[in-house]
């Protein structure tokens, strides 16, 4: 089984999810990219666009506009100029 990937995303006024995940699919300015754990490090701009967030069964999705994703050998981070979560339908 494969290990969980270490996912944080920030906003200027809070953090707004912190955990460890199965993957997370972000909107890059070059194009969306997924992250698993153990993934290569790398930074990039994101544009706008939604983080959905996977662990499990579970899914959660975010609204961002905009900001940076940073991947480490720690995990990934997004800092993001806004992220609101989107609502279950």
């Not at 944080?8 to 997370?24: A, C, T």
């Not at 300015?29 to 701009?45: I, N, R, S, Y």
């Amino acid at each position: 089984m494969a290990g969980k990937l270490s996912f944080s995303l920030v906003s200027p006024e809070r953090e707004v999810f912190n955990g460890l995940v199965d993957q997370v699919d972000a909107p890059g300015v070059e194009g969306d990219f997924g992250v698993l754990a153990a993934h290569a490090p790398f930074m990039t701009a994101l544009r706008e666009g939604q983080v959905t967030v996977y662990d499990g069964a579970n899914k959660r999705v975010f609204t961002v506009h905009g900001g940076f994703a940073d991947v480490t050998p720690a995990g990934l981070t997004i800092l993001a100029e806004a992220a609101t979560e989107v609502a279950a339908a």
